[in-house]
T-cell receptor, first 113, second 111 residues
């Protein structure tokens, strides 16, 4: 356990509503990541952060935004949720050093009706 | 962009049989990582390979990194029910900031 907590763990929402998922870490890691996991697609990177207010896009960033105002928190926002964003979302932190391994949170299951 | 592919997508084996999953990257990798995700769980880091042709073992698991650093494999000898889960390979981009995962191989073991 690398001190990562995700909230909420489960959420059901309706199409068009905004949703924010929170990732909180307690170990001051610089790099944080948001992935989504869907059957047949493995884990796909949405956005990542390499420091406070420093973020960049991953391979499936459309429809998502992120913010990192504090080292410990990395927020993922769906401005207007769509059914295609129904997924399990995992936050991860990277151990110090280039090419370090990732430690994942427990995941947040989001259902958009 | 970088693509990482894994085969097979699913594998059913009888307990005691061997299992292998293969990983191929569209680009040369600086290293390759392997993760395991138990049903209902989150991915957990298993190992990292860095050198061309490297082979590492963890008990019944053998990991190999290809000579060209574009492919890798995970072999499990004499599978057990505790091996059930999805195995992912992953590689960093050249900048070393984005980790791209393969689609995973889901292993099911019949007792």
């Amino acid at each position: 356990d690398a001190g990562i907590t995700q909230s909420p763990r489960h959420k059901v929402t309706e199409t068009g509503t905004p949703v924010t998922l929170r990732c909180h870490q307690t170990e001051n890691h610089r790099y944080m990541y948001w992935y989504r996991q869907d059957p047949g697609h493995g884990l796909r990177l949405i956005h990542y952060s390499y420091g406070v207010k420093d973020t960049d896009k991953g391979e499936v960033s459309d429809g998502y935004s992120v913010s990192r105002s504090k080292t410990e928190d990395f927020l993922l926002t769906l401005e207007s949720a769509t059914s295609s964003q129904t997924s399990v979302y995992f936050c991860a932190i990277r151990q110090a050093g280039r090419n370090g391994e990732l430690f994942f949170g427990e995941g947040s299951r989001l259902t958009v009706l | 962009g970088q693509q990482v592919m894994q085969i097979p997508q699913y594998q059913h084996v009888q307990e005691g049989e061997d299992f292998t999953t293969y990983c191929n990257s569209s680009t040369t990798l600086s290293n390759i990582q392997w993760y395991k995700q138990r049903p209902g769980g989150h991915p957990v880091f298993l190992i990292q390979l860095v050198k061309s042709g490297e082979v590492k073992k963890q008990k019944r698991l053998t990991f190999q990194f290809g000579e060209a650093k574009k492919n890798s494999s995970l072999h499990i000898t004499a599978t057990q029910t505790t091996d059930v889960g999805t195995y992912f390979c992953a590689g960093y981009n050249n900048a070393g900031n984005m980790l791209t995962f393969g689609g995973g191989t889901r292993l099911m073991v019949k007792p």
